[in-house]
């Protein structure tokens, strides 16, 4: 059996648990049909099902027990499953990646080159190792390049793009660099100290994206979606703080988030499909911006 095929067993027998506890039985018949699907042989025996368990646990840190009152498979309550799930993800899209070239009338991929993850490896061994690191940054609005020397804390995502983290010890502020524009990285043996009150958690728990402004406070966002448009919302939500309320003709979504840059580009995005029904203020806000893009766009056309 090939490694790619235990390592797709794993995460087929993953996505199942976690949709509800399963009987061993209830698993068996799903990698079955999942072996006809996907023209692999992914049946297992009772013992080489706790072997996957086992390997899923060292390998993806996902930890599947059995319930022995209810005679089920369960998946723990584990704060770092989220995450653990977007290498499942990965795998899955190396998985299509693999086939697409002689399928390439049923799928098409979006034609974009993802940059910077070749800095992956080097910036978490960084990161897990307290070491200070150096790179040349590009900067966008203005077209310059400069060299940073900085403390790295976190790998973050926002918006398909990776950012990291880092104390920028040029003037001892905590940033976030695209990693598609860094260059020439350089792991120096220099350790540096994690603060101790740093938590990396709570950086961003009031922002969407990658601004988080120290002089602005989260406050309530309350939003009105048509019942359409609101499915999509419900399906892939602004915010972890998001609670929502169905009526006969709308969804409401109420957020407790800073209001920044990235969330207004977010709001405007969705045009006539939104409704900002409180702050006041963000609404005039919103109908400021708008019109100055509407201005720029007019005098590009003239």
Known sequence: ????????????????????????????????????IRDFDFTVSKRTFQ??????????NID???DFSRKVYSMADDEQV????????????????????????????????????????????SIKNNLVTKFNYYKFWDQTISVRTVEPFMLKEARNRWYIVANDLGDNHIKTFGLDRISDLEITKKKFRRPADLNVDSLFRYSIGIINPDDEQPQKIVLSFSK????????YPFHQS??????????????YIKVTHDFMMELLSYGANIKVLEPRLLID?????????????????C
């Open 1 to 36: 059996m090939s490694k790619r095929e235990a390592i797709t067993r794993y995460s087929l027998i993953i996505k199942k648990v976690e949709k509800r506890p399963c009987t061993f039985d209830e698993i068996s018949d799903y990698l079955e049909r999942e072996s006809e």
């Open 51 to 60: 072997r996957d368990l086992d390997e899923i646990r060292s390998i993806f």
């Open 64 to 66: 599947i027990q059995f």
């Open 82 to 125: 989220n995450s653990q799930y977007r290498l499942l993800e990965a795998f899955d899209t190396f998985n299509a990646l693999n086939v697409a070239d002689g399928l390439s009338k049923y799928i098409q991929f979006e034609n974009r080159r993802p940059q910077g993850t070749e800095h992956f490896y080097g910036l978490l061994h």
């Open 228 to 235: 359409f448009q609101g499915q999509y919302i419900k399906s």
């Open 242 to 255: 998001q609670k929502m309320t169905e009526t006969a003709d709308e969804i409401i979504v109420e957020l």
């Open 285 to 301: 806000e919103m109908v400021a911006i708008h019109k100055s893009a509407v201005k720029v766009l007019l005098r590009k056309q």
